[in-house]
């Protein structure tokens, strides 16, 4: 019986050793049948020369498309569009094809770039060095009937003219050109899989939305493919940032005429304002592009208006309190009192605003004289001020609402 045991113990050994062996040559053996195969197909391959049996009468046809992965910059400053995406080539290469069962069925194998013939392609509008695209050690897939696969992960930055007419509501399209270099369309022939982009792992830019991506091949001027990328910019941060600040402190420049003659701020107030739209103006030149084609944003435009109509409310700030510091005893000329009148859109000048002044002496008017020069039809210097300020008050709103609702319009349109 212990013999017996000591058989049957040695047999079971010895069949999973025999499994082992077995299993274990199986995986070696793909691998085996794999460099095998690799060698084979190498051997006399010039990875220089493209597929190709009959050069004067076949036309390689080499499939491409491009799939965005996203959109990561665009430099409205520089020009500059920065995205990342994957490029797919397919075509056929006849020095590639092998029978599966002769290397225990294997349909597929991998080559580097630098192994076997590969499109030379360049992006013929980089922002950058013009490169070949790829990378030596890239892996490429050829299945047995010669079909070649190869994918493409790259971050592409392109020349792009940045149109900011209506920033921040601005639409730009950029284009990616592809070309093979040194090859002609009596050698190669570009079918793009699909007229529209692959957008299947597309990443949501925080800064741009994507409207359209397109691809095409052409023959003219140079053979290649191109993809054209249609994007908007989200308007959210330009808005609360720089145009409404804007607006706003326009309005505010107003406020100088409403502020009391007597203070002594009017003119520091006006000048504080134009400070302030000089500020904001330098601050969209660094963000904009130092150039006037196609067109200039509309938004400088409204700066310099807003610039324009403070320098002139703070002349006008100026000019008007000379008014008030001009002697009360000096007549007022007729045409003058005539247009205050008018101004105040009355018959008699009793019903408009005056700021009466304090000192009785030393050439000024008391309460009681103030008081007593309303009473009657005397167009006093103070009431040319307040109705000289009423009009420059209501003309410098109504230039501010007409001109703002204009920008709004052109921008939203």
Known sequence: MEYLRNSCGGL?????????????GVRGGNSTYKTALNAVLLDGYNPSVNPGRHYSTQILNINVGFGLKNIQTFDELESVLTVTGIISVSWYDERLIWVPKNYNNLTTTNFKQKEIWTPPFVLSNSYNNIDLIGNSDMPVTVLYTGEVNWFLPLKLSSSCNADVRFYPNDVQTCSLNFMPWGYSGEQIQLVVTSQQVDKNEYEESPTWDLVEASQFAHLSPKLGFKI????KRKPLFCMINFILPT???????????????????????????????AVFLSTIANVLPQTSTPNMALLCYLLVAHIGQSLLIMLCTIFGLRFY??????????????????????????TCNVYPE????????????ASTALSGDVVTWQRVGNAFD???CVFFLMTSVIYNTAFWASISS
């Open 325 to 350: 510091l001009r002697p009360q005893k000096d007549p007022v000329p007729k045409w003058m009192s005539g247009l205050t009148r008018l101004a105040c859109g009355c018959a008699k000048p009793t």
């Open 247 to 277: 607006i706003f402190v326009g309005f505010i420049n107003m406020m100088v005429f409403i502020l009391p003659p007597q203070s002594g701020e009017r003119v520091g107030f006006s000048i504080t304002v134009l400070l302030a739209f």
């Open 228 to 231: 054209d990328a249609v994007f």
């Open 358 to 369: 304090s000192e009785s002496r030393d050439g000024v008017e008391t309460d009681e004289e």
């Open 390 to 392: 009423n009009v420059c």
């Open 12 to 24: 079971v050994l010895f069949v999973i050793t025999v499994v082992n062996w077995a299993v274990s």
